[in-house]
C-alpha cells in the first residue's frame, strides 16, 4: 500500500467512525442533558388572562400588562419561612441583573383576605406589588395540565411580557442557577 491511498482512507473514514462513536456515546446516556434551564419549563403555557387574577383593580391579562417580565409568587395560606426565604432570592437576582432589573417586576399573588398577613413583605421591599386572586380553583386547574400546585410553598413563577407562565422554581431555590435563568430569557428576548 502506498502513503497516498492511505492518507486518502484515512480522511474517507474519519467521518463515519467520528459519527458511529458519537452515536454509541449519545445513545449510551453520555449525550447532553435535556435541559439548560435551572427551572422547570412548562410543557403547556398558561396565559395568565385565564387566573382571574386583578393588578391595582384592572383585570390582569396581555393587554393589561406593562411588557415586562414578572416572578409571581402564588400564595394561599400563611407565608412560611421557606416561602419568605425564596421571596428574598428573588429580590437578590432582580438587584443582580443590573442594569436588566428594569426588565423584572417582581409580585406575590394572594386573596383579598391574605393581604393585610403579606403587608410586611411589601413594607420591607419596596418593589414587590401585589396581585389579587379572585378565584383559586380556577388557577388550581389551570395548573393540573403541568401537574403542579400552584400553592405548594415554596415556589416562584416566570412569566414572559405576552402573559405566558412558563418557568416554575419551587423547594430551596439556588439564587446564582435563578440569575443564570433570567439572564438567558432576558438575552433571548427583546421585548420586556
Not at 411588557?67 to 409571581?72: A, S
Not at 442594569?99 to 403587608?119: G, N
Not at 418557568?167 to 428576548?189: F, M, N, P, Q, R
Request: charged share 25%.
Amino acid at each position: 500500500m502506498n502513503k497516498g491511498f492511505i492518507t486518502a482512507l484515512l480522511i474517507f473514514l474519519t467521518p463515519i467512525v467520528v459519527i458511529t462513536v458519537s452515536t454509541i456515546w449519545y445513545y449510551s446516556g453520555y449525550g447532553p442533558e435535556e435541559r439548560v434551564n435551572y427551572g422547570l419549563l412548562l410543557s403547556d403555557p398558561i396565559d395568565i388572562g385565564e387566573l382571574d387574577l386583578e393588578l391595582d383593580y384592572q383585570y390582569l391579562d396581555v393587554d393589561s400588562m406593562e411588557r415586562k417580565w414578572m416572578l409571581v409568587h402564588f400564595i394561599n395560606d400563611t407565608c412560611l419561612e421557606s416561602c419568605a426565604d425564596l421571596i428574598y432570592v428573588a429580590r437578590q437576582v432582580n438587584v443582580l441583573l443590573a442594569r436588566q432589573q428594569t426588565r423584572v417586576k417582581r409580585y406575590i399573588a394572594a386573596p383579598k383576605a391574605l393581604k393585610p398577613s403579606l403587608e410586611i413583605f411589601f413594607s420591607t421591599y419596596q418593589d414587590l406589588n401585589y396581585i389579587e386572586i379572585k378565584d383559586e380553583s380556577r388557577i388550581m386547574k389551570a395548573f393540573e395540565l403541568n401537574n403542579i400546585d400552584p400553592f405548594d410553598q415554596p415556589n416562584m413563577f416566570v412569566i414572559d411580557p405576552i402573559g405566558n407562565i412558563i418557568l416554575h422554581y419551587s423547594g430551596e431555590v439556588d439564587g446564582k442557577k435563578l440569575l443564570t435563568d433570567l439572564k438567558k430569557l432576558l438575552g433571548a428576548s427583546k421585548i420586556g
